[in-house]
């Protein structure tokens, strides 16, 4: 109970914030609730995505939240930037891809997908298989208006 007033609390303190410092980017579409996005999640530091088993370990002892997610694979691309990177999927997805924490699921999930322009300016977007995308929160000529 206390948790999901705390949940509760943290989406209108994001909704105000999202609201205050809106981007010119905004988030549309609808969420497909396939759980592709449970399955292939990516995490960085500020040396950039986590390529070493053990950077995610300690990860897992500083921040709880990262226990909530196992390594599901390794990353292997083109873009160096990426190559290498492992991918995590979240311990709480059944097997019908539904969530098994829906109400009590932590920030990271609640987030997703997250308008942060650093993002967007650097090609990043939603999943091809989700429902969202990422579009111009005003066009050039209405803020000319």
Known sequence: MIKDIKNFIEDIVLDIYN???????VLKGKCK???YCCKNILFSTKDGY???KKIFQQMQKKYTYYRHF???GVIKDDNE???NAL???CKFLSKNNKCLIYLIRPMYCRDYPNV???????????LKECGYYFDINKKFSEYLQ
Do not use: A, H, W
């Open 70 to 72: 196992k390594i599901s």
């Open 87 to 89: 991918t995590f999927e």
């Open 19 to 25: 609201k205050l410092f809106s981007s010119k980017y």
């Open 81 to 83: 930037i990426r190559n």
């Open 33 to 35: 609730k396939c759980g």
């Open 50 to 52: 986590v390529k070493d």
């Open 116 to 126: 942060m322009p650093e993002f967007i300016y650097g090609g990043l977007k939603p």
